[in-house]
Nanobody
Framework: QVQLVDTGGGLVQAGGSLRLTCTTS????????MGWFRQAPGKERDLVAA????????YYSDSVKGRFTISRDNAKNTLYLQMNSLKPEDTAVYFC????????????????????WGQGTQVTVSS
């Protein structure tokens, strides 16, 4: 079992930055693929970024590439998402997730591949 707690959301003006943090319990954090998903009202939950267990491979959606950076510290059982140059369309609830999908686009982008989820943290970007 893995328990996830995601924090760091808030209200920020367009062009600003936020850093999300996902702290985890359990001794097997360093075996999981970790992802950050987001869900806006009335929309599906979409993958924003993912990172493999070693941190050597990352994936970003086209909408955040070049602006967001995912990273992990396995010694601290913690996942991060640094979000820069935020836009109003980044407004959503952000969730961290843990799973063991093959690190391929077809699998890491599917929420069904992640059995463990944080409670979500709201990010609101004003124009």
């Amino acid at each position: 079992q893995v328990q996830l707690v995601d924090t760091g959301g808030g209200l920020v003006q367009a062009g600003g930055s936020l850093r999300l943090t996902c702290t985890t319990s359990g001794r097997t954090f360093n075996t999981y693929v970790m992802g950050w998903f987001r869900q806006a009202p009335g929309k599906e939950r979409d993958l924003v970024a993912a990172i493999n267990w070693r941190g050597s491979n990352t994936y970003y959606s086209d909408s955040v590439k070049g602006r967001f950076t995912i990273s992990r510290d396995n010694a601290k059982n913690t996942l991060y998402l640094q979000m820069n140059s935020l836009k109003p369309e980044d407004t959503a609830v952000y969730f961290c997730a843990a799973g063991m999908p093959r690190f391929e686009i077809a699998t890491i982008t599917s929420p069904n591949r992640y059995p463990y989820w944080g409670q979500g943290t709201q990010v609101t970007v004003s124009s």
